[in-house]
């Protein structure tokens, strides 16, 4: 069975992300055809980058860093979850992408971001992060909006068609995860 992660990119106290990621979470256990687990960063912090050696090395000399490549490296494929702050995402999802490299390696990921734009810019930047860590990125995106997705700014109410894009979302994922596991099993051998 596909695994996917739903990792949760932000750790700020009074996160939107909670209720997105729990929107996300409850659509995915709907679904029969992957399996499905919420990663949330504020539960595995990381220090600021600090291994010595580039990640793309695989030399990982600290504790935090084996226990991360264990979680992110058993998954198939990914959905991020990302605010946009300043036109880019969160720095504690960046800096926990930029920690491992060869776990990412062709696998599939998908995001739903959510701001007063919608949260693109940040999935702009992290499109070109995955692509520098053979990351599969898919079409199909979430972009809830604080204008249209929140009640009054606060609560999350996706409009109909946000449902849908999530649906998108995940078949997307789920047969790209599925189409690379042969390169995952030929990069193995």
Do not use: C
């Amino acid at each position: 069975m596909t695994e996917i992660a739903i990792i949760v990119g932000s750790t700020r106290p009074g996160r939107y992300s909670d209720a997105v990621s729990q929107w996300v979470l409850d659509r995915a256990k709907e679904r029969t055809d992957a399996t499905f687990e919420l990663i949330d960063l504020a539960d595995r912090p990381l220090p600021h980058l600090d291994e010595p050696v580039p990640a793309s090395g695989g030399a990982y000399t600290h504790d935090h860093t084996k226990a991360w490549s264990r979680v992110i490296g058993r998954f198939d494929g990914y959905v991020f979850v990302t605010p946009e702050y300043n036109h880019s995402t969160t720095g504690v999802l960046k800096n926990a992408i930029d920690y491992l490299y060869a776990e990412w390696n062709d696998k599939a990921a998908g995001f739903v971001s959510y701001g007063v734009a919608g949260g693109t810019r940040a999935v702009e930047h992290l499109r070109l992060v995955a692509a520098e860590l053979r990351l599969a990125t898919v079409r199909s995106a979430v972009a809830l909006s604080f204008h249209h997705d929140f009640e009054e700014y606060v609560t999350l109410t996706p409009e109909p068609r946000q449902e849908a894009a999530l649906t998108d979302l995940f078949d997307d994922v789920v047969a790209w995860s599925g189409a690379l596991a042969p390169v995952r099993a030929a990069r193995a051998a």
